[in-house]
Nanobody, 130 residues
Framework: QVQLVESGGGSVQSGESLTLSCAPS????????MAWFRQVPGKEREGIGS?????????????RYDDSMKGRFTVSLDGAKNTLSLQINNLKPEDTANFYC??????????????????WGQGTPVTVSS
């Protein structure tokens, strides 16, 4: 059974940094896409960034262009360990959310659409205090 387990969330102060990790088990794919999403209760799940096993990264438009998010999120993949990471710098109270990792089959450019990912972790909460 394929599982994704996120870790690294917690409560932090505004301006601090966090690194979230996602460790898969039971993967059947040698090549794949993995991605990070976040969701505030009552709102839609929001994509942050995705990466495939060739290292091609796709960031959501909000991460690339919104002043509130630009330059603060970095997605990386340790191919040897199949571990996905998300580094978030200069955390802001509006970053408070549950963060989820997801995985699906390989694409040359992974999407940021939640419906394109079949496997999801249980989420890890991040709370940012001002």
């Amino acid at each position: 059974q394929v599982q994704l387990v996120e870790s690294g969330g917690g409560s932090v102060q505004s301006g601090e940094s966090l690194t979230l990790s996602c460790a898969p088990s039971g993967f059947i794919w040698e090549r794949y896409c993995m991605a990070w999403f976040r969701q505030v209760p009552g709102k839609e799940r929001e994509g942050i960034g995705s990466i495939n096993t060739e290292g091609t990264i796709t960031y959501a438009r909000s991460v690339r262009y919104d002043d509130s998010m630009k330059g603060r999120f970095t997605v990386s993949l340790d191919g040897a360990k199949n571990t996905l990471s998300l580094q978030i710098n200069n955390l802001k109270p509006e970053d408070t959310a549950n963060f989820y990792c997801a995985a699906d089959r390989f694409r040359s450019h992974c999407t940021m659409a939640p419906e394109d990912f079949a496997i999801w972790g249980q989420g890890t909460p991040v709370t940012v205090s001002s």
